[in-house]
């Protein structure tokens, strides 16, 4: 059974940084991309982030990019985003998924709160 | 860049039959596969359609994709409405500049 289980969230103060694991199992986990997702209080899904299976590669959404790091550690099946410059626009639960067509798989999220 | 454009809801009543639509601005509809997701209150989304009219194991056969390219669209069908429906819809595509795209969202209710 595939698992994900974000963990990481919190407040963070504007400008601050926060880092975002995901803990994944049940599947081969060097095989394939993930993404990170978010939702902001209210509103819709926004796509951030994916990196490929091997980690080499890397995509960003506009709002994001520059500030937002995704990464991974394939050794301990475990993925990352790293959240720096943070806006209070960037508070929102964020998901971890793993990529098959879409996001095949979902975390239960993780809450980032970025306020003074 | 494309967007993808949802109604923001629908209402039915039990038994009957919703569809959500989801236009793709542009390029075809059918140059990506269409997701669908499901996601309840305080729930995290899940997959109830995948590359266009596919449902994932677990998902009941009340819940059917499509696409239509005269329309540029794609639609979700929930036949036979349950109040376990009730839930916000989203359909998900992708293009190599815009990368991965998501609809604004539909909540539908089941009155």
């Known amino acids: 059974e595939v698992q994900l289980l974000e963990s990481g969230g919190g407040l963070a103060q504007p400008g601050g940084s926060l880092r975002l694991s995901c803990a994944a199992s049940g599947f081969t986990f060097s095989s394939y991309a993930l993404s990170w997702v978010r939702q902001a209080p209210g509103k819709g899904l926004e796509w951030i982030s994916t990196?490929?299976?091997?980690?080499?590669?890397?995509y960003y959404a506009d709002s994001v990019k520059g500030r937002f790091a995704i990464s991974r550690d394939n050794s301990k099946s475990t993925l990352f985003l790293h959240l720096n410059n943070l806006r209070a626009e960037d508070t929102a639960v964020y998901y971890c998924a793993k990529v098959t067509t879409g996001f095949g798989y979902w975390g239960q999220g993780t809450l980032v709160t970025v306020s003074s | 860049n494309f967007i993808l454009s949802q109604p923001h809801s629908v209402s039915e009543s039990p038994g009957k039959t919703v569809t959500i639509s989801c236009t793709r601005s542009r390029d075809s509809i059918a140059s990506n596969y269409v997701q669908w997701y499901q996601q309840r209150p305080d729930s995290a989304p899940r997959t109830v359609i995948y590359?266009?009219?596919?449902?994932p194991s677990g998902v009941p056969d009340r819940f059917s994709g499509s696409i239509d390219s005269s329309s540029n669209s794609a639609s979700l069908t929930i036949s036979g409405l349950k109040t376990e429906d009730e839930a916000d819809y989203y359909c998900q595509s992708y293009d190599s500049s815009s990368l991965w795209v998501f609809g604004g969202g539909t909540k539908v209710t089941v009155l």
């Open positions: 590359e266009d009219n596919q449902r």
């Open positions: 990196i490929s299976g091997s980690g080499r590669d890397t």
